[in-house]
């Protein structure tokens, strides 16, 4: 019922800063929990942020990124500051309905997924 586009991703010297934006169709998304995950090569996809009645930060993000909402546009963006080699890697736009499932960090929670688009960090 929701399709999820991300957009923005690119190469981006260390230190950098860059904004990822999720556009979604079919439904709006200001009832849903938002969440961003990515997954570099050679490695599962993890957790990254996520956005419920409070903001959750993976440990490795905190303080650097930052998940926002713009209702009238049905976006969800992810914006990235002072970026790290280490972050290199695909992110993910991910919905979530409300009640299904509790943790927010736990993809299978996730009804909806984006394809995906490259952040890579160079030093």
């Known amino acids: 019922q929701v399709q999820l586009v991300e957009s923005g991703g690119g190469l981006v010297q260390a230190g950098g800063s860059l904004r990822l934006s999720c556009a979604a169709s079919?439904?709006?998304?200001?009832?849903?929990?938002m969440g961003w995950f990515r997954q570099a090569p050679g490695k599962e996809r993890e957790f990254v942020v996520a956005?419920?009645?409070?903001?959750y930060y993976a440990d490795s993000v905190a303080g650097r990124f930052t998940i926002s909402r713009d209702n009238a546009k049905n976006t969800v963006y992810l914006q990235m500051n002072s970026l790290k080699p280490e972050d290199t890697a695909v992110y993910y736009c991910?919905?979530?309905?409300?009640?299904?499932?509790?943790?927010?960090?736990?993809?299978?929670?996730?009804?909806?997924w984006g394809q995906g688009t490259q952040v890579t960090v160079v030093s």
């Open positions: 991910a919905a979530k309905r409300p009640g299904l499932g509790i943790r927010v960090d736990t993809q299978t929670n996730y009804a909806y």
């Open positions: 956005t419920a009645d409070t903001i």
């Open positions: 079919g439904r709006t998304l200001s009832s849903y929990i």
